[in-house]
């Protein structure tokens, strides 16, 4: 039995969305930046994709720009604004546990002559509010702030943040990375203020390599990658049609019966949590109710090798995550426990469980009971 | 290009009396096997105690070099220009007209050495050498004669065709693989097991290897590692059959019976048993570790001796006086180390104690093995038996 807990680092790609991208690559394989039909037909994949997340953002179409995913998504958000507006000043805001994709970029502009401000976070990795409204300068141009963190599922209070920045300037530019985000909740960018919006596919049932970035229409973004000037100039590039059309199709699956997914993901989410709680020297990361995201659980166990335990959970056919699985490549310490200040026996020893809509009731019974009969075998052959 | 043809050196095996023909046939089958790696069409052959590489149409000049480097047994390898033999005049226009592609600054001093293997052409050696030599004279003033120490050796032999040649490009030495017998080598993962294996190999051994796997306290990807470093030896030393053994249990029960701070060497010494009984099975006769004296606890002059204890087959350790850093610049040289420094854990290191011992009593790890000796001997026959074994090769 295949048990797949680990749709944080990526999901299984959706029929529809399979079938979609195969006609992308079968019969219309035109360049959709060429002028014959052949062209157009591919266009039209793009338009109707675009068109998808337009109304699904409640936003304008020429506000969305495609990417390769995630990772790029926030590369031209974060150095797209900060040059395009370093004449305004040369400050950004993010917080300490961002993805690596935002961080690295920050550590990159600090290199290049910005200055970062990392905000803490509480326990639960909540943002400092009252730290980042102090934090806030005459030269701040950008906050970048995520929505789902991805490692323990804490919900930033993106809409409170966006007050706090547009009531002390309405001109910083507000970044919000919703790569675990899209597809879990209903976000509207211009209801809540925020300016620019990252997602990946990939992580809603989407082909990898496929993304997008929400510019606000007026928010000046100078491209990362220059070229033949497709998407406006400001992604240049043949487009990736068969990722678009794909990401196209996840997005509008994800918010069809939106309201009993969710109810449904929060349901396994409670029944996974009630049963961690009964297991002994467990310890879960940030909330567990409501508040937090409906498909992540971080789980601390004490005394095990969150390494070992992976790989005797994959033995039984349950594949989970150590940490963020883009980085885990390396033996990396996670960024979000070390800024909630995880107790230190718990560095080493966390998973991540995430859920998706294919995730049933059995997965996660049958999960528990592997972890229970694990941790016996585990606990008693540890490191002297 | 200029050279259509290699002259390969092999200095140790020529002096091999009469297993001579054995040496030079498995040079000739390691050359053939090394050149799939290199654009183009080779045949490779042996005549009169030289043996010749020489390509079909195009080829690449480089890959061809590296690929040859990589052969143990070769001491050199020259780039050979062949002419067809259109009397003495043509010769030494064209021993010019190499000159002058070869060594376009031509100031060098020189030495001619002819060799006239096919006895019907009209000049003897020695005649070759002062008429050619007195051509290059004429045609390059500043080249100057040096029979002693000349900067360079222009070689001209006179078979079928006629081959002139002057570079040697050093080669890894050593003999060819599969005429010194077999050795079962214990690849870690780590950095020193794979040189040293290499280091084996290089003096015509042929390798297998085997590997402790512990799931899940290692990882398949560690596995992986594993088999990926066994494949980059084998670009030198020709597939490498891997036995996977599965060490989990044995681990374990001695984790159960032994005091904790002997478990490393306890493990080591069945890791030794296992190792020489496939040895055994495979027909190899030797055992191949990476120790290196005094590089961690298990390696010291004690702990050898303790692991040594169990073994009735000589245990080759190459780099046993070797410091880590003459390791690591080996590994680079064959390109395993990068490989090698990915970080997963080895089944060395999971249960490592935080102080094991260092000076370990033989007598005392005999009586602690005592009491596992009951159980383990089929613990052991079915880790042997059930083993994976993957055939690792270059790709």
């Known amino acids: ?384 | 290009m200029l050279f259509k043809a290699f002259l390969i050196k092999y200095g140790e095996i020529g002096i091999k009396g009469r297993n001579r023909y054995l040496f030079e046939d498995a040079l000739v089958r390691q050359i053939q096997f090394a050149l799939r790696e290199a654009e183009g069409k080779f045949t490779v052959s042996k005549e009169q105690g030289r043996i010749y590489v020489e390509a079909e149409g195009e080829y690449d000049y480089e890959e061809t070099i590296t690929a040859l480097k990589r052969v143990f047994g070769i001491v050199g390898i020259c780039p050979v220009v062949q002419i067809e033999d259109r009397g003495f005049e043509d010769l030494a226009e064209q021993v010019i007209a190499y000159i002058k592609q070869v060594y376009p600054d031509s100031q060098q001093t020189f030495k001619v050495h002819a060799r006239r293997a096919r006895k019907n052409f009209p000049m003897d050696s020695m005649t070759i050498n002062s008429e050619i030599g007195a051509r290059i004279l004429d045609a390059f003033p500043k080249m100057r004669v040096d029979v002693h120490h000349p900067q360079i050796n222009i070689f001209i032999e006179v078979r079928k065709k006629i081959h002139i040649y002057s570079q040697i490009i050093s080669g890894s030495g050593g003999m060819p693989v599969g005429t010194n017998g077999k050795a079962m080598l214990l690849l870690s993962g780590g950095i020193d097991s794979p040189v040293a294996g290499w280091m084996i190999a290089k003096r015509g051994v042929q390798i297998e290897a085997v590997y402790f796997h512990a799931p899940p306290y290692t990882s398949e990807r560690a596995k992986q590692k594993v088999i990926d470093l066994a494949s980059l030896v084998a670009k030198y030393a020709g597939p490498i059959k891997l036995h996977i053994i599965n060490f989990t249990d044995i681990q374990l029960y001695i984790y159960d019976q032994c005091p904790h701070e002997e478990l490393t060497i306890i493990m080591r010494r069945y890791m030794m048993r296992i190792a020489e009984q496939i040895a055994r099975e495979s027909g190899a006769l030797g055992l191949i570790t990476g120790e290196s004296i005094g590089q961690v606890a298990s390696q010291t002059m004690q702990s050898l001796y303790a692991t040594n204890e169990v073994c009735t087959m000589p245990v080759f350790r190459p780099v046993i006086g070797f410091d880590k850093l003459e390791i690591i610049d080996l590994a680079l040289k064959i390109n395993t180390y990068e490989t090698s420094i990915q970080p997963f854990e080895d089944c060395c290191t999971i249960f490592v104690a935080k102080h094991p011992v260092t000076k370990p009593s033989l007598k005392v790890i005999q009586k602690s093995e005592e009491k596992l000796k009951e159980k383990m001997e089929e613990m052991v026959e079915r880790a042997v038996s059930d083993r994976e074994i993957v055939v690792c090769k270059y790709t």
């Open chain 1, 1 to 384: 039995m295949d048990v797949y807990l680990d749709n944080s680092a990526t999901t299984k790609v959706l029929d529809s969305v399979k079938d979609l991208m195969v006609e992308t690559f079968v019969s219309d394989y035109g360049n959709p930046s060429s002028m014959h039909q052949k062209g157009m037909d591919a266009e039209n994949y793009i338009k109707d994709a675009r068109n998808i997340i337009a109304k699904l953002l409640k936003a304008e179409e020429k506000e969305i720009i495609f990417t390769s995913g995630g990772t790029e998504s926030n590369n031209l958000a974060l150095i797209g604004a900060a040059l395009a507006n370093q004449r305004a000043g040369k400050h950004l805001i993010t917080s300490c546990i961002e993805h690596p994709s935002v961080r690295n970029v920050m550590k990159y502009l600090e290199e290049n002559g910005f200055c970062v401000t990392y905000l803490s976070v509480d326990k639960n990795g909540m943002v400092d509010l009252k730290m980042l409204t102090e934090a806030i300068r005459e030269d701040t141009i950008l906050v970048s702030i995520m929505y789902v963190n991805n490692e323990i599922g804490t919900v930033e209070p993106i809409e409170e943040i966006a007050n706090r920045i547009k009531q002390k300037n309405p001109k910083i530019l507000f970044h919000v990375d919703a790569i675990q985000a899209f597809g879990k909740y209903r976000i509207y960018p211009k209801r809540i203020g925020i300016d620019l919006l990252s997602v990946s596919g990939h992580k809603i049932h989407g082909p990898k390599g496929s993304g997008f970035l929400y510019i606000r229409s007026g928010v000046k973004i100078r491209p990362i990658l220059l070229g033949g000037g497709q998407q406006k100039g400001i992604r240049s590039g043949t487009e990736n049609v068969a990722a678009i059309a794909g990401l196209g199709q996840a997005a509008k699956e994800a918010y069809q019966n939106f309201e009993q997914k969710i109810e449904r993901l929060y349901q396994l989410k409670e029944r996974f949590v009630k049963g961690i709680e009964k297991i002994e020297g467990t310890y879960i990361h940030g909330f567990s109710e409501r508040c937090s995201a409906p498909h992540i659980v971080s789980v601390g166990f004490l005394g095990v090798r969150s390494e070992v335990l992976l790989h005797a959970l994959e033995e039984k056919g349950i594949f989970v995550s150590a940490g963020s699985a883009c980085s885990s490549n390396k033996t990396a310490e996670s960024i979000t426990l070390k800024g909630i200040k995880a107790a230190k026996e718990y560095l080493d020893s966390t998973l991540r469980f995430s859920f998706s809509v294919f995730t049933t009731e059995e997965e996660i019974d049958y999960c528990l009971s592997v972890l229970q009969e694990l941790l016996v075998v585990l606990r008693r052959y540890a490191r002297k």
